[in-house]
């Protein structure tokens, strides 16, 4: 039995339904240390498992970490980032030949400070890296600025719960060739990089110039909470634990993500395997994997409220075969990267 050691930041539940696949599908024995549930997104999860073990990170000095894995004697160690010194240090520390495993989700940007990663990363890091799990394709990019070669890198870190998103594809297709629901549903917080002020604005003036019976449904909270436009179709329903995502799904048909800038974004992934056509900004990585203009949906310009509103008339034109077809795109290319998907890359580490 595989023995694998996560170093990880707060727990998510896709994650969480990645490495219970791990721990019961694939007889490993996965061990997690994780921080506190984020208060912004208090989401609620069931941490039993066949094989899986959690252990929170504020309980954990440097010293007991170090402890905690000579006790488990991983074959591989999995560092969310490079942020936290004793995840560092652990890495550091691990015997020849296990492997440690740096996660990456920051795209390459170009930025002043990636530069700088790029030329002092591929001598810094080697003393804790061996390999490098990135997200997808921009984020194989820095990895390989970082230093690491094509056959230190897998990409597909990130996998949605599947099983759960498209099993309400499953359930609502028909529903929807029957009658397409006229609803574009935004799920996140309430934040500026979010892009929901564009979002909200971007739809007001939508309505304004084309009266139709298009809504946008929002689900979650955060500071711009206060900013939340009065308007009869645009609907606040505050934050949803996953659970209770089905009947969102149901009711509406169009996924929207307009984000300033988003190093990944898992739950475009979701709504993709739900079988939504998407809207997305084009700084949106996960979107580089999971949408395709004119395919499944369409791009906007971040930070955009007239590129929005473009594409808001770009969707009062599209007929509803042809968002039925989208649909079915959608759920063609969340395939992609799923928990089997991750579980066989993440054993590929210790082969």
Not at 310 to 333: C, G, H, N, P, Y
């Amino acid at each position: 039995m595989k023995k694998f050691l996560f170093l990880y930041t707060e727990m998510a539940g896709y994650m969480l339904a990645c490495m219970k696949r791990l721990a019961a599908e694939y007889n490993a024995e996965v061990h997690v240390v994780v921080y506190p549930v984020n208060a912004i997104a208090p989401f609620q999860f069931d941490l039993t498992g066949k094989n899986l073990f959690f252990y929170e990170r504020k309980s954990l000095d440097q010293k007991s970490l170090i402890s905690l894995a000579g006790k488990i004697n991983p074959d591989a160690v999995i560092c969310s980032g490079w942020i936290d010194k004793d995840y560092l240090e652990l890495c550091r520390q691990q015997k020849s030949g296990v492997p440690t495993v740096l996660v990456l989700d920051n795209p390459w940007r170009n930025t002043l400070k990636q530069n700088i990663a790029a030329i002092f990363g591929p001598f810094w890091l080697k003393r804790y890296f061996t390999h490098c799990w990135a997200a997808g394709g921009p984020q194989i990019t820095y990895a390989k600025k970082l230093g690491f070669s094509s056959d230190q890198i897998k990409d597909g870190w990130y996998s949605c719960d599947y099983d759960y998103f498209h099993r309400q594809y499953l359930n609502t297709r028909d529903e929807k060739r029957k009658s397409f629901p006229k609803k574009i549903i935004f799920v996140g917080r309430y934040a500026k990089l979010k892009g929901v002020r564009e979002l909200w604005q971007a739809f007001v003036l939508f309505q304004q110039k084309h009266p139709c019976e298009w809504e946008l449904w929002c689900l979650g909270k955060g500071d711009y909470l206060n900013e939340f436009p009065n308007h009869d179709k645009i609907r606040n329903f505050g934050f949803v634990q996953p659970s209770e995502m089905g009947k969102f799904i149901r009711e509406t048909g169009v996924f929207i993500l307009p984000a300033h800038y988003e190093h990944w974004g898992v739950v475009v992934h979701e709504f993709a395997a739900a079988g939504f056509p998407m809207i997305c900004s084009t700084t949106t990585s996960a979107a580089t994997t999971f949408l395709k203009e004119g395919h499944n949906g369409y791009f906007h310009e971040p930070c955009s409220v007239e590129s929005l509103v473009k594409v808001f008339e770009k969707l009062l034109r599209t007929s509803d075969e042809e968002l039925i077809r989208m649909s079915e795109r959608s759920a063609e290319l969340a395939t992609h990267f799923t928990p089997d998907t991750w579980s066989r890359k993440a054993l590929e580490f210790t082969a």
